[in-house]
């Protein structure tokens, strides 16, 4: 399969074909979003909750990030790779930006960066685009800064919100980004922006009249335990499976049901007579 470039993404948004990304954060995953097919992989911070254990996204680092997107990088073929640079990482300056992004691109071999909002990060943004590293923006609410914006809350829904989004995106879009998700704002405020954005716009609870849409990968497949976002729709109840095959297990071995005589191996009889003299 080929790999695929940001001209595809272009192209899909050109003709109408939805964009499909989701998360991924170790080697397994990786391969599971490739061979269904996706057109990006985003290895987000949301990693900080849903592997890390952490309880926002605020506290994970760049070492920590590195190594998992380097499983992931090892895990895909097809999607194009995004990954988030971690809170702090780039807000200072646009030296700190170029730099952590740099170092994302030649340690994880990843496509792309992301970086979350408007305002300082829109000259961050620019930073890293013109050191010749493609930027994902990110806009509506932006969970590194969650504790500023109110909480996890839509944004978005006063018309001043609505109208801060929007020159947020377009911001981004003046400054080279290729791609910008809009995560949890009204369906209609999104409908609203996107024909002044001419760049893939990739939703997470911001209607159909994205380009594509996104899920953490943990959310979609019911891993994560907790309460999930109104965006969230589950395909699978995984954690719920994985507790039983584990359970499963338990009570095998507890009641000698595990290890069978085909799981152990066995020593030719000569050998095992020549063990006995
Ligand atoms: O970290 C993440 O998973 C994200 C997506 C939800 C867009 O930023
Ligand atoms: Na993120």
């Known amino acids: 399969r080929r790999r695929t470039g940001i001209g595809d993404l272009t192209a899909k948004k050109a003709d109408g074909e939805p964009i499909v990304m989701v998360t991924a954060y170790d ?9 269904a097919g996706v057109d990006v992989v985003l290895v987000g911070d949301s990693a900080a909750m849903t592997v890390l254990g952490y309880d926002s996204t605020v506290p994970v680092t760049v070492d920590e990030m ?20 971690p809170f702090g990482s780039y807000e200072g300056s646009d030296e700190a930006a170029v730099a952590t ?28 685009v013109r050191a010749g590293v493609p930027v994902m923006g990110h806009v509506g609410l932006t969970p590194q800064t969650a504790t500023a914006l109110g909480g996890y809350r839509a944004q978005g829904r006063t018309a001043e919100e609505a109208l801060a989004v929007c020159e947020s995106a377009l911001a981004l879009q003046e400054a080279g980004c290729f791609s910008i998700v809009f995560e949890a704002i009204p369906s209609d405020v999104a409908a609203a922006i996107m024909p002044r954005v001419h760049v893939p716009v990739i939703g997470i609870g911001a209607g159909p009249a994205v380009d594509g849409q996104v899920l953490v990968f943990h959310d979609l497949l019911g891993i994560y335990g907790g309460r999930a976002a109104r965006f969230v729709k589950r395909y699978d109840d995984l954690r719920e499976r994985m507790i039983a095959g584990v359970a499963a297990y338990a009570d095998d071995v507890r009641s000698s049901g595990y290890p069978a ?14 063990l006995r003299t």
């Open 101 to 128: 992004a740099l170092r994302f691109v030649k340690e994880t071999g990843c496509d792309a960066v992301k970086i979350e909002r408007g305002g300082s990060s829109v000259d961050r943004a620019r930073a890293i």
């Open 66 to 85: 590195i190594m998992l997107a380097r499983a992931v990088r090892r895990g895909l073929d097809g999607p194009l790779l995004v990954v988030d640079l």
């Open 261 to 274: 005589p085909e799981h152990g191996y066995s020593i030719p009889e000569a050998e095992y007579a020549r």
């Open 27 to 35: 080697h397994p995953s990786a391969q599971v979003a490739d061979a």
